[in-house]
C-alpha cells in the first residue's frame, strides 16, 4: 500500500474508491485520454456554449422554429424518439419480474438504467424545446386541463420517471453499501413494475394520441385511427431492439465489468429477444396496412412521400421482421444484433416521419432544423451515453456485488 493510501482520510479513501476506481487522481486523469473521449469532449465544447445561447437569446435566434412548426428536431428525436428507445426498461422489468423469466434477468438493470435515461434526457430535450421552460409543470399543477392528451401523457411521464428512479435504488445502494436501504428498494420492484406497465401502456399510446389532433395537417399516408396503437405496439418493438443493441455494446465496450464467475449466454438471451422482436414486428406490419387499407389513399402512394412510406414499411418493419424470424431459428445471434440496430434506426425514422416529414408536405415553408438544434441534439444525447457509462463503470450494473450474488 503507497503512502498516500495509508494516509488517506475516510472521506479521500471514499473518493478514491467509489469515484475514482481506484485509481489515483493523476492516474485517473490519464485514464480519460481516450479517442472517444476526445469527440465526446469536442461535442461538449461545442454544444453547450450552443445550449447556454439558446437559453439566452430564445428559441428565435437558435432555431428554425415558428408558430407554423412548433415541433422540430428536439421533438422528433429527443422527446418522441427518446421516450420509445426507452421503453426497455418496462418490457424487461415486466419479463422477468411479472412472467417470471430469469433467463433475462442479467439485462434487467441495463434495460432499467437506460429506460432511466432515456425518460430523463427526453425531458431536458423538452426543456430545450419550450420557449419558457421554468413553466413546466404549470399545467400539472395549478391548470387541470383533464380533457388534454398532454395532461396525461405529462403525469404519466412524470410518474413513470419517478418509478424508474426507483428501480435503479438497488445497484445505487449496493454501490454505497446502504444495505438496510437496498432490501426496501428490493421488496418495491414487484409494485413497481406493475405500475410502470399501467404508466407505459397509457403514456407510450397517448404520445401517438396528441398526433389526432393533427389529422388536417399530417400526411395522410402516416395518419390513422390507430397511431395511438401504432405508437404503443412500436415502443415495446424499440425496446426490445435497443436492449438487444445496448447489451451486446455494453457486453463488449465493458468487459471488465463482467463477471469471470457468473457467466451470461448473451446470445441465447439475444435470441430469446429476436424472437419477440419478431412477432411484435409482424403484427406491427399488419397493423400499420390495416390503417393503410382503410384510409384508401392509394393514389399517393405514386408520390415521393409514398415512395418513402413503402421503404417504411418494408424496409424498417417487414424485411427486419423476416430477418429477425430467419437469424433466431438459424441462431445467428450477431446478425440479430445486426437487424436490432437497424430496427431502432426505423423506429426514430417513423416517429421523424409522423412528428416532422408528413407534417411538412402540406406547409408552404418547409422546416428544416437549424445547424444549432443538430448540434444540441447531438449534445444531450452524448451526455446522456457518458452518464451510463459513468454509471456502469462504478456500480453494480452488469455484474453481481459479491455480497448479494445470490439474490441476482
Known amino acids: 500500500m503507497s503512502d498516500m493510501a495509508q494516509t488517506a482520510t475516510p472521506a479521500q479513501a471514499w473518493f478514491t474508491d467509489k469515484i475514482l476506481m481506484g ?6 486523469a490519464r485514464s480519460l485520454v481516450t479517442p472517444a473521449n476526445a469527440v465526446a469532449a469536442l ?15 430564445g428559441l428565435g435566434a437558435a432555431t428554425n422554429l415558428s408558430q407554423a412548426s412548433p415541433w422540430g428536431l428536439w421533438i422528433g428525436i429527443d422527446v418522441v424518439s427518446g421516450v420509445a428507445l426507452a421503453a426497455g426498461g418496462y418490457t424487461m422489468a415486466t419479463a422477468v419480474y411479472i412472467f417470471r423469466l430469469e433467463k433475462y434477468h442479467p439485462i434487467v438493470r ?15 430535450g423538452l426543456l430545450f424545446d419550450l420557449g419558457s421552460p421554468w413553466h413546466l409543470p404549470v399545467p400539472m399543477v395549478w391548470s387541470f386541463g383533464t380533457l388534454s392528451v398532454m395532461f396525461e401523457v405529462a403525469w404519466c411521464v412524470a410518474l413513470y420517471l419517478t418509478v424508474l428512479w426507483l428501480e435503479c435504488l438497488p445497484p ?35 404520445l401517438g394520441a396528441m398526433f389526432l389532433l393533427a389529422k388536417d395537417k399530417i400526411n395522410p399516408l402516416w395518419y390513422s385511427p390507430y397511431i395511438p396503437l401504432y405508437f404503443f405496439v412500436s415502443s415495446i418493438i424499440a425496446g426490445l431492439s435497443m436492449v438487444i443493441f445496448e447489451s451486446g455494446v455494453s457486453h463488449r465496450a465493458f468487459r471488465d465489468q463482467m463477471d469471470p464467475a457468473h457467466h ?3 446470445d441465447d438471451i439475444t435470441l430469446g429477444l429476436g424472437r419477440g422482436a419478431a412477432i411484435m414486428l409482424f403484427c406491427y406490419f399488419f397493423l400499420k396496412l390495416q390503417g393503410f387499407l382503410d384510409g384508401g389513399r392509394w393514389d399517393l402512394l405514386a408520390t415521393s412521400y409514398g415512395a418513402w412510406f413503402l421503404f417504411e414499411m418494408f424496409g424498417f418493419i417487414l424485411i427486419p421482421s423476416l430477418l429477425y424470424a430467419w437469424a433466431t431459428r438459424a441462431r ?13 434506426l426505423g423506429v426514430i425514422v417513423n416517429r421523424i416521419n409522423v412528428s416532422l416529414v408528413a407534417v411538412n408536405w402540406s406547409r408552404p415553408q418547409p422546416y428544416w432544423p437549424s445547424w444549432m438544434e443538430i448540434v444540441i441534439s447531438m449534445t444531450i444525447i452524448t451526455i446522456a451515453v457518458l452518464t451510463f457509462r459513468w454509471i456502469v463503470n462504478r456500480m453494480p450494473v452488469l455484474r453481481a456485488h459479491p455480497a448479494y450474488v445470490e439474490s441476482h
Open 110 to 124: 441495463p434495460a432499467v438504467l437506460t429506460g432511466f435515461l432515456g425518460y430523463l434526457f427526453a425531458l431536458v
Open 172 to 206: 445505487v445502494f449496493e454501490w454505497l453499501g446502504w444495505s438496510r436501504a437496498r432490501v426496501l428498494a428490493v421488496k418495491l420492484t414487484i409494485p413497481l413494475t406493475i405500475m410502470g406497465v399501467v404508466l407505459s401502456t397509457l403514456h407510450q399510446s397517448s
Open 332 to 344: 445467428r445471434a450477431g446478425l440479430v444484433r445486426i437487424v436490432a440496430a437497424w430496427t431502432v
Open 23 to 28: 485509481y489515483r487522481p493523476r492516474e485517473y
Open 264 to 266: 451470461v449466454d448473451l
Open 43 to 57: 461535442i461538449l465544447a461545442i454544444g453547450i456554449p450552443v445550449s447556454i445561447y439558446r437559453f439566452v437569446y
